[in-house]
């Protein structure tokens, strides 16, 4: 059994020095976190199968009123719809596994290339968007803390829950009103202009993420063109996550402005500005790393409406598309690949706060 020693007396910058005995604790605790992986993404990609079978077979969802009773029932018979539905699960298991998510049904494409077309862009606006929930949450949080109890720190509060409750596709189309059509600033939608995505087309091997591949035509108009069309976009979702970590920080930063630490540093003469960002600032970070896994699940549910507002053409936006044919095969494996992301995201997230604080470990 492993101890842990933590020293009685905390230095003036609010760390802890600890000691771990005995070794292999962050192996162990990565070990136990990477194998929660796959129970995690067996039960939701056996939910999602669930959810998608109460509806019917996807042939008759998708093309029925299109086709002939008999056609129908030959199409079932060749993609295996008329077997069991536990034959189905199996196999579905099995190909999920491997990374074959099946063939869309409304345009016969494998599922996998349609993730692979698309998922570059959506992981293109969770980037840009979580940039703008750390440029404008964590500072603002600061602030709130350092004001608390003022009339900024009120109005502070009252924006971050603007932010968390506003819905997406309002605050998309209030910006693209307001810097689009009112002040004509920034483009109104798409992810590029024509121009630009001819260029990126010409490219060999193109990684579908916009921002790289315009650097790599070494034409920095056309990167300044992409950073453009995406400001709008990662503001509207951005503000989603930037309101939660505004009142994380606050609230934590002033949880730690009240430790004995911090009063025997006030009692010194330390001023409150460079108590809450020398002393309490790194200890409030700890949370925010904790919660961004659950932020990343939160963006990508937001990115559905955003790219969709935006034309953002990611999978959020082709999901909807899949949606509105009734192409549920489609559906199933878009919907499959985000639970394996946030199953992911959050074990990287568990890794990362488990190299800077300790104590989380196991």
């Known amino acids: 059994m492993t101890t842990t020693e933590i020293s009685p007396s905390a230095p003036p910058d609010g760390t802890t020095t600890e000691r771990v005995k005995g070794g292999g604790n962050l192996g162990r605790y990565i070990l136990v976190r990477l194998l929660l992986i796959i129970p995690t993404v067996f039960i939701l990609v056996t939910m999602v199968f669930i959810l998608m079978r109460l509806i019917g077979d996807p042939i008759t969802a998708s093309l029925g009123g299109r086709l002939s009773p008999d056609q129908l029932e030959e199409r079932k018979e060749a993609a295996g719809y008329n077997r069991p539905i536990w034959v189905q699960y199996v196999e579905y298991i099995g190909q999920v596994f491997t990374g074959n998510f099946g063939t869309t049904i409304s345009d016969n494409r494998p599922v996998s290339e349609v993730l692979l077309t698309y998922g570059g862009a959506t992981a293109e606006l969770v980037f840009y968007s979580l940039i703008v929930a750390f440029v ?37 189309l209030l910006l693209k009103l307001v810097f689009s059509v009112w002040l004509g600033w920034l ?9 630009t995505e001819l260029d990126l087309l010409l490219l060999d091997n193109p990684t579908g993420i916009y921002l790289i591949d315009a650097f790599r035509t070494g034409d920095m108009d056309n990167v300044w063109d992409v950073l453009a069309h995406a400001v709008l976009p990662a503001i509207a979702l951005g503000l989603l996550t930037a309101g939660v970590f505004l009142r994380l920080v606050r609230t934590n930063v002033i949880g ?32 925010i790393i904790t919660v961004i896994g659950l932020q990343i699940a939160l963006l990508l549910g937001g990115a559905v409406l955003t790219e969709t507002t935006f034309e953002w053409k990611g999978l959020g936006f082709i999901l909807v598309e899949y949606l509105s044919s009734r192409d549920f095969v489609a559906v199933q494996g878009i919907v499959a690949l985000l639970a394996v992301i946030v199953a992911v995201s959050n074990f990287i997230v568990d890794i990362i706060a488990a190299l800077i604080d300790p104590r989380v470990r196991y």
């Open 187 to 195: 483009p109104v939608s798409g992810r590029a202009s024509t121009r």
């Open 256 to 287: 730690t402005l009240g430790r004995e630490y911090i009063d025997s540093a006030r009692s010194r003469g330390v001023g409150e500005l460079r108590l809450v960002r020398k002393h309490a600032y790194k200890p409030a970070l700890i949370p």
């Open 136 to 172: 404008v949450g964590i500072p603002l949080g600061l602030l709130a803390a350092y004001l608390r109890d003022r009339w900024q720190d009120a109005s502070l509060r009252v924006f971050a829950i603007l932010c968390y409750a506003t819905p997406v596709f309002f605050s998309g």
